[in-house]
Structures are given as structure tokens and as C-alpha cells.
């Protein structure tokens, strides 16, 4: 009865009850098929986007609606709109983020974040080469409970990608910098393969601002040097061939055998997140990680409650380095996922937060 009454505002959700189905999602944001309904045949967490190329898309015309038994959902120039296929096949959403992401400046760069939800804040660190929207199962299914706040990294989705030579502790100096930013003293990290990385730079600087840590498909140790020279490859790749030839060398790195294999549409919106990375921040990145110190000694000085997740088909950061971790760090607990590679948090979503659900609780 309430719906009859409701208005959109950032990140609010409608559920429909029905399949609508179409196969040009994106004429919203044409301006086309004013006050019909919009939906999507695809069942996974992130069904779809209002996108061409998976790129988010901007609405830049008047006003345009999605209408739903008497609601019209209206958006505007300055919104962006996300649909998502969420649980079953019956069951789906519209999802309105009114003005886009928020912004600050660190350091001369400027940087994009969501924030969303209230409570005990969670900061999410992506993995590389990818961006924010990575989190976005874990943002949805937690925001309604904790506040949750995810960055793009510079280099990385709508922050700045300058091209120079940073390190991570940079990066964990851009973490700080946001929570300065957001007012917050103490946060829960979640960090993914090189968010990870970063978050190990935070502790080693910001220790004391920790509430939590997960550490997920990440190492401690430096690179080898076999991993050094493949990371110069990789960077002469992204240089010379562009994006396009990074994402066909990562795909087979970042998502498990059983994903490659059964979740064609997860593989397409990888592709998609690494294609649209600006050159200049893969190339820092893998400056970046071939010079990151060896984080092995400083694992015992980690107090924090920390969990350490690793997907059962991730060959990029094997089980025995996550095992190496939760047996150097004093309050650590180890979990592992099934059927997820690198990108366990796509993988097996569900999985995935029911574990850091777990964890945050714990903390109380």
C-alpha cells in the first residue's frame, strides 16, 4: 500500500512481481518508450545494466519514467539507472542512483565512491583491474544493514587515472584520506587481490583505524621475480594493445573454472569492467604491485579480528597462501569458498556474504 505513495531516492529498490522482459534495456536512456516497463531475462545478482558495452550510462535527456501498477519511477539528466535480476526468475528490480557517485580530492586526484546505508562502516577495495562495481552483490545485500562505502582506487571506474608512479602505500593513503573525508575514525576493510594489497598498506600505517579486516584471494609475499617480469608483460600489453587484449589475459586468472564455464553473462560483464579501464591506471597498477613490499613479517602486528577468504578454484592466490595469512595473523579465522576462483565475491555472491555477514556480526 505504502508504493502507492513512494518516491525514488538514491538507491531505492521496487520489486515486481511479474517477467518483463526486453531486448533493448538501454532505450531509457534514449529517451525512447516513455512510461512502459523495463525488465530482464537474466537471473544473476547484476542482471544488466542500462549500458552499451557494459559502460554506465548517463541519462542526458528530459525526464523519463518506468511505471509499475500506477508508480512511475522518474529519472533525470545527472541520474543513472541500473536494473537488476535479483533471485529468482519471478522476481526483479529497478535500481535508481540519483547524481551518481560522490567525489573527493586527495593529494591533487580526484576520487569516486558510493556510500550507502548507515551504521558500523564496511570500505570495499576492488580487485584489479576492475572497479567499484564489483561490490555491488555485497553492497546490496549489506547496505540495509551496515554503511557501506566502496572505492574506486585511482586509476580505476570514474576516479582519476594520471599517469605516474605511485605505490600502494599511496593507495592506503587515499583509504585514509576518504575516511577523513566521510568522518569516520574506525572502519571494517574488505579488500580483494589488490585490494588486499592496499589493505595490508593500511595496516601497516593506519593499524589503529581498523575495526575489522577481510582479506580475499590476496598474499602477503612481494612478487617473485617470474611474477615481476609478468607484470611488465602485462603492462607492455595494456600499452601496445589496449584493454581489450588485458581482459583476454586476465579473465582465465580472475574467475574459476566452473565460472568460465557456466556463467557466461559474469564472464561478459568482467570484460566489459576491465575494457573500460583508462590504460594509464593498468599500467600504474602494475608498477604499483610488482614494487609492493614483502607483508609476511608484518602479518603477527595485525590485531584486528581479521577473516581470510579464498575461492577453492583461485590458481592466482592459491589456498596456501591464504593459509600462510590466517596462521601469521593472531585473530584470524580462514574460509573457503567452492566453485569461486579469484573473483569469489562475483562467484559465489551469496557465499561470499553470508561469510562477511558472519564476521561484521562477530564483531559486536
Same mark, same amino acid.
Given at each position: 500500500? &505504502?508504493?502507492?505513495?513512494?518516491?525514488?531516492?538514491?538507491?531505492?529498490? #521496487?520489486?515486481?512481481?511479474? %517477467?518483463?522482459?526486453?531486448?533493448?534495456?538501454?532505450?531509457?536512456?534514449? +529517451?525512447?518508450?516513455?512510461?512502459?516497463?523495463?525488465?530482464?531475462?537474466?537471473?544473476?545478482? %547484476?542482471?544488466? &545494466?542500462?549500458? @552499451?558495452?557494459?559502460?554506465?550510462?548517463?541519462?542526458?535527456?528530459?525526464?523519463? @519514467?518506468i511505471r509499475r501498477d500506477g508508480i512511475t519511477a522518474n529519472s533525470g539528466p545527472g541520474s543513472i539507472l541500473l536494473i537488476l535480476g535479483l533471485g529468482n526468475a519471478t522476481t526483479h528490480a529497478a535500481l535508481f542512483s540519483q547524481g /551518481?557517485?560522490?567525489?573527493?580530492?586527495?593529494?591533487? %586526484?580526484r576520487l569516486a565512491y558510493d556510500d550507502k546505508g548507515a551504521g558500523l562502516p564496511i570500505v570495499f577495495l576492488h580487485a584489479f583491474p576492475l572497479n567499484r562495481s564489483m561490490w555491488t552483490p555485497q553492497i546490496y545485500a549489506l547496505s540495509s544493514q551496515w554503511r557501506t562505502i566502496a572505492l574506486d582506487l585511482r586509476g580505476h571506474g570514474e576516479s582519476d587515472a594520471p599517469l605516474w608512479s605511485f605505490s600502494l602505500d599511496q593507495y592506503a593513503d587515499d583509504v585514509a584520506a576518504l575516511l577523513d573525508h566521510l568522518n569516520i575514525s574506525q572502519a571494517v576493510l574488505v579488500g580483494l587481490s589488490m +585490494? /588486499?594489497?592496499?589493505?595490508?598498506?593500511? @595496516? &601497516?600505517?593506519?593499524?589503529?583505524?581498523?575495526? /575489522?579486516?577481510?582479506?580475499?584471494?590476496?598474499?602477503?609475499?612481494?612478487?617473485?621475480?617470474?611474477?615481476?617480469t609478468g607484470r611488465f608483460h602485462l603492462a607492455q600489453t595494456a600499452y601496445t594493445q589496449g584493454t581489450e587484449a #588485458? !581482459?583476454?589475459?586476465?579473465?582465465?586468472?580472475?574467475? /574459476?573454472?566452473?565460472?568460465?564455464? @557456466?556463467?557466461?553473462?559474469?564472464?561478459?560483464?568482467?570484460? +566489459?569492467? %576491465?575494457?573500460?579501464?583508462?590504460?594509464?591506471?593498468? #599500467?600504474?597498477?602494475?608498477? !604499483?604491485?610488482?614494487? &609492493?613490499?614483502?607483508?609476511?613479517?608484518?602479518?603477527? !602486528?595485525?590485531?584486528?579480528?581479521?577473516?581470510? #577468504?579464498?575461492?577453492?578454484?583461485?590458481?592466482?592466490?592459491?589456498?596456501?597462501d591464504a593459509q600462510l595469512m590466517a596462521s601469521h595473523i593472531p585473530h584470524a579465522r580462514l574460509a573457503i569458498i567452492p566453485a569461486a576462483g579469484h573473483l569469489s565475491n562475483c562467484e559465489q555472491p551469496e557465499l561470499f556474504n553470508d561469510l562477511l555477514r558472519g564476521f561484521v556480526e562477530g564483531l559486536r
Open positions: 500500500d &505504502r508504493l502507492s505513495q513512494w518516491t525514488p531516492r538514491p538507491y531505492d529498490l #521496487v520489486l515486481t512481481d511479474e %517477467i518483463i522482459e526486453t531486448s533493448r534495456p538501454q532505450a531509457l536512456c534514449q +529517451g525512447h518508450h516513455r512510461g512502459k516497463r523495463y525488465g530482464l531475462r537474466r537471473r544473476e545478482e %547484476i542482471a544488466c &545494466r542500462i549500458v @552499451s558495452g557494459h559502460h554506465r550510462s548517463r541519462v542526458e535527456g528530459p525526464l523519463h @519514467s /551518481g557517485p560522490m567525489f573527493f580530492q586527495t593529494q591533487g %586526484i +585490494g /588486499g594489497y592496499v589493505s595490508l598498506a593500511f @595496516s &601497516r600505517t593506519y593499524g589503529n583505524r581498523l575495526l /575489522g579486516l577481510v582479506l580475499a584471494d590476496t598474499r602477503a609475499q612481494a612478487d617473485s621475480p617470474d611474477g615481476r #588485458v !581482459a583476454n589475459t586476465m579473465l582465465p586468472k580472475l574467475l /574459476g573454472a566452473t565460472s568460465l564455464k @557456466s556463467k557466461p553473462e559474469l564472464v561478459n560483464r568482467i570484460r +566489459g569492467t %576491465i575494457q573500460q579501464n583508462p590504460v594509464s591506471g593498468i #599500467v600504474v597498477d602494475l608498477m !604499483a604491485m610488482a614494487a &609492493r613490499p614483502d607483508s609476511v613479517a608484518h602479518l603477527p !602486528a595485525i590485531l584486528c579480528s581479521t577473516l581470510v #577468504v579464498i575461492g577453492d578454484e583461485d590458481h592466482t592466490t592459491p589456498l596456501v
